[in-house]
């Protein structure tokens, strides 16, 4: 089965920087899964905010994060991270890791302050 503990969530200034990791166990082969991040704003439904395909290395982005976040896979650690820059308060929201849309972290909450 798969496990996935977010981590790196918290409060920030607009214009400022979050680094948002999740870690990966369990006995499954990483690249074998696409692995991403959703978020969820308050009275809004889960969007899709970046993500990695089976056995790519090509991150996709949403529109509204594109050249603001950069997500990253480590393979061998099975981790992955979002970093997250000039954030501003339309990025508040809950994280959550993913892999295939099917295995889901806790969430971690992003909060963006003007």
């Known amino acids: 089965e798969v496990q996935l503990q977010a981590s790196g969530g918290g409060v920030v200034q607009a214009g400022g920087s979050l680094r948002l990791s999740c870690a990966a166990s369990g006995g499954f082969t990483f690249d074998d899964y696409g692995i991403g991040w959703f978020r969820q704003a308050p009275g809004k439904e889960r969007e899709g905010v970046a993500c990695i395909g089976a056995g790519e290395n090509v991150a996709h982005y949403e529109d509204s994060v594109k050249g603001r976040f950069a997500l990253s896979k480590n393979s061998a650690k099975k981790t992955v991270s979002l970093q997250m820059n000039n954030l501003g308060v339309e990025d508040t929201a809950v994280y959550y890791c993913?892999?295939?849309?099917?295995?889901w972290g806790q969430g971690t909450q992003v909060t963006v302050s003007s």
């Open positions: 993913t892999t295939d849309v099917t295995y």
